[in-house]
């Protein structure tokens, strides 16, 4: 039995390997030339044979799928990091971030008026939580935060998912679970998806167009030819599900799901300064800030340079298109952090929301579990993973999971479709 999959991202991936080792023959179809879909690294902007985290960076504590994957392959892990400390009740919470380092109109904020604001964020949390779908910023207006705190807490929207609060979930930032207890992948973050896809038949620059049905199978129509097989799984994003035409057309449940969903957008940037020792030793290891650049952390490099990663959600304001100016907002908020004037080796910019194959940076979770399992459901013999369709949402393990599930999907469709082996008596 035969298998199409469709991206080379982590869910395709290991949905791909496990439909493997049970046996099916599996062709992996990736649009574009790379691997790894928003894992992607680049290996040609930054000095000293450094990689780049393009899309994700961090695992975090409970994406135990990944990180046993890590452990079983030998993929390395850089040591374990807090972005920032416990709140001031000592428990994670949504106010925890706060305490952590700060810049607002270019200034750093110091402690003492940090841990008043967390105190506030905390207090307000506790008298009155959020429901898990209110935004954001209309928790922070119900409670009647004071202007800087309400601004401080919104912040935090730009660095998961990265975009503005007004379009966030206070489920994504409260209680607190992301930046914790988290790991960094010492050969950059694509080296899960390199690990992963040892063996496979991925067919790269081979965009899929259009999946159609084929007497009891399937016929998939690319841009270099086509391609046929029992069954299809399709493990594009949202936004790059809706670009696909399919023959007979989708129900309307699971259209209206794909068109229900909305991606944050935005993207990352990422650069190699000089100086690696103080600024670390000023900065580290994240700062929040108001400026385009949402969010920024820093690992240590070779030759005493330090690396620089942040997100940026794209406001429409065209920043994310001006890599120049987005360094340079980096460059800025490091200065105001630490001190230091930075002296930059390297750096480039991603912009997620305008890769026509992924379209934004991940879903964002609206519709809850009733939503993510219309995502997810097979429509006959196609099947659909990725992260907006895991259980861990909007993050690499959740579409590592996806993978895994619907490769199980397929495989015990097939098992419960052999004959029964004869016994002899
Ligand atoms: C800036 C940023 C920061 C992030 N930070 C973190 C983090 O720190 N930790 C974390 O856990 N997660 C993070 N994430 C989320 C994480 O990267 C994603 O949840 C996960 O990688 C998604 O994997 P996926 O396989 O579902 O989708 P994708 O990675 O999007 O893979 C889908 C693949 O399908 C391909 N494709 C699409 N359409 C077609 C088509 N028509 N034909 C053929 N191929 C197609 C795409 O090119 C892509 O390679 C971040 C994401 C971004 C963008």
């Given at each position: 039995m035969s298998t199409i999959v469709i991206g080379a991202g982590l869910a395709g991936l290991f949905a791909a390997r496990s439909l493997a080792h049970g046996g099916e023959d599996v062709v992996v179809l990736e649009a574009t030339p790379h691997l790894g879909g928003r894992t992607r690294g680049d290996?040609?902007?930054?000095?000293?044979?450094q990689v780049a985290d393009l899309g994700a960076s961090w695992l975090d504590i409970g994406q135990d799928t990944l990180l046993s994957f890590c452990l079983e392959h030998d993929v390395r892990l850089r040591p374990r990091v807090a972005l920032f400390p416990k709140g001031p009740d000592q428990r994670y919470s949504g106010a925890s971030i706060l305490l952590g380092n700060l810049v607002t109109d270019g200034q750093r904020v110091d402690a003492g008026e940090r841990s008043a604001m967390a105190w506030e964020v905390l207090d307000a949390l506790d008298a009155a939580p959020p429901s898990g779908a209110e935004t954001l910023t209309a928790w922070a207006r119900r409670v009647g935060l004071s202007v800087k705190s309400r601004h401080a807490y919104v912040m935090q929207a730009g660095f998961n998912p990265v975009t503005r609060g007004d379009l966030v979930s206070s489920w994504h930032v409260h209680?607190?679970?992301?930046?914790r207890l988290c790991w960094l992948l010492?050969?950059?973050?694509?080296s899960i998806a390199r690990t992963a896809s040892a063996g496979l038949d991925i067919r790269f620059s081979t965009p899929v167009r259009v999946v159609t049905r084929a007497g009891r199978g399937y016929r998939v129509l690319t841009d270099t030819g086509d391609f046929t097989a029992d069954r299809v799984v399709v493990t594009a994003s949202v936004q790059a599900t809706r670009r696909i035409g399919f023959d007979p057309v989708l129900p309307s449940w699971k259209i209206e799901a794909l068109l229900g969903t909305p991606m944050a957008q935005g993207g990352k940037v990422v650069a190699q300064y000089r100086d690696g020792g103080r600024i670390l030793d000023a900065a580290g290891p994240s700062t929040m800030t108001?400026?385009?650049?949402s969010m920024f952390w820093l690992k240590s490099g070779p030759e005493d340079t330090v690396i620089a990663l942040g997100t940026v959600a794209d406001t429409g304001d065209g920043r994310l298109d001006d890599a120049a100016a987005t360094l340079t907002d980096l460059d800025r908020q490091i200065e105001a952090m630490t001190g230091v004037t930075p002296s930059r080796v390297g750096g480039v910019v991603q912009n997620w929301t305008t890769e026509e194959f992924v379209g934004g940076v991940v879903n964002l979770g609206t519709g809850g579990f009733a939503r993510r399992a219309a995502l997810g459901a097979a429509v006959g013999g196609v099947h659909f993973a990725g992260e907006a369709t895991g259980e861990w949402a909007s993050a690499m393990e959740g579409a590592a999971r996806s993978g895994q599930r619907v490769a199980d999907e397929i495989l015990q469709k097939i098992r419960a479709r052999r004959p029964a082996p004869e016994v002899l008596v």
């Amino acid at each position: 039995m035969s298998t199409i999959v469709i991206g080379a991202g982590l869910a395709g991936l290991f949905a791909a390997r496990s439909l493997a080792h049970g046996g099916e023959d599996v062709v992996v179809l990736e649009a574009t030339p790379h691997l790894g879909g928003r894992t992607r690294g680049d290996r040609e902007s930054l000095a000293y044979g450094q990689v780049a985290d393009l899309g994700a960076s961090w695992l975090d504590i409970g994406q135990d799928t990944l990180l046993s994957f890590c452990l079983e392959h030998d993929v390395r892990l850089r040591p374990r990091v807090a972005l920032f400390p416990k709140g001031p009740d000592q428990r994670y919470s949504g106010a925890s971030i706060l305490l952590g380092n700060l810049v607002t109109d270019g200034q750093r904020v110091d402690a003492g008026e940090r841990s008043a604001m967390a105190w506030e964020v905390l207090d307000a949390l506790d008298a009155a939580p959020p429901s898990g779908a209110e935004t954001l910023t209309a928790w922070a207006r119900r409670v009647g935060l004071s202007v800087k705190s309400r601004h401080a807490y919104v912040m935090q929207a730009g660095f998961n998912p990265v975009t503005r609060g007004d379009l966030v979930s206070s489920w994504h930032v409260h209680p607190g679970d992301i930046g914790r207890l988290c790991w960094l992948l010492a050969d950059g973050t694509d080296s899960i998806a390199r690990t992963a896809s040892a063996g496979l038949d991925i067919r790269f620059s081979t965009p899929v167009r259009v999946v159609t049905r084929a007497g009891r199978g399937y016929r998939v129509l690319t841009d270099t030819g086509d391609f046929t097989a029992d069954r299809v799984v399709v493990t594009a994003s949202v936004q790059a599900t809706r670009r696909i035409g399919f023959d007979p057309v989708l129900p309307s449940w699971k259209i209206e799901a794909l068109l229900g969903t909305p991606m944050a957008q935005g993207g990352k940037v990422v650069a190699q300064y000089r100086d690696g020792g103080r600024i670390l030793d000023a900065a580290g290891p994240s700062t929040m800030t108001d400026s385009p650049v949402s969010m920024f952390w820093l690992k240590s490099g070779p030759e005493d340079t330090v690396i620089a990663l942040g997100t940026v959600a794209d406001t429409g304001d065209g920043r994310l298109d001006d890599a120049a100016a987005t360094l340079t907002d980096l460059d800025r908020q490091i200065e105001a952090m630490t001190g230091v004037t930075p002296s930059r080796v390297g750096g480039v910019v991603q912009n997620w929301t305008t890769e026509e194959f992924v379209g934004g940076v991940v879903n964002l979770g609206t519709g809850g579990f009733a939503r993510r399992a219309a995502l997810g459901a097979a429509v006959g013999g196609v099947h659909f993973a990725g992260e907006a369709t895991g259980e861990w949402a909007s993050a690499m393990e959740g579409a590592a999971r996806s993978g895994q599930r619907v490769a199980d999907e397929i495989l015990q469709k097939i098992r419960a479709r052999r004959p029964a082996p004869e016994v002899l008596v």
